[in-house]
Nanobody, 124 residues
């Protein structure tokens, strides 16, 4: 069983930055693809970004491209999401997710394990 633990959420003003982290309990080969999703109140959970442990291939949602950056530290089994230029519409619970396959997919149904989520609130 893979456990994912997010941290680093909080309250920030519009235009500010935050970094959220996701620590995985297993080695990277068990879950070769990691993703970040978010869910705002009353909305469906949506894809934000994803990365592969081995090569570091990445993908982003259009809404965050150029503002957010996903990275990984294989030695620490940790994935990061650096969020810059935050907007009030970025307010959501951010979830870390892991896939047991290598392809980067954007559907939440393609991910096998989930963290508990961390709240990110951007004030205007």
């Amino acid at each position: 069983q893979v456990q994912l633990v997010e941290s680093g959420g909080g309250l920030v003003q519009a235009g500010g930055s935050l970094r959220v982290s996701c620590a995985a309990s297993t080695r990277t080969f068990s879950t070769p693809t990691m993703g970040w999703f978010r869910q705002a109140p009353g909305k469906e959970r949506e894809f934000v970004a994803a990365i592969t442990w081995s090569v570091g291939n990445t993908a982003y949602a259009d809404s965050v491209k150029g503002r957010f950056s996903i990275s990984r530290d294989n030695a620490k089994n940790t994935v990061y999401l650096q969020m810059n230029g935050l907007k009030p519409e970025d307010t959501a619970v951010y979830y870390c997710a892991a896939r047991i396959n290598t392809a980067i997919l954007r559907s939440m149904h393609s991910y096998d394990y989930w963290g508990q989520g961390t709240q990110v609130t951007v004030s205007s």
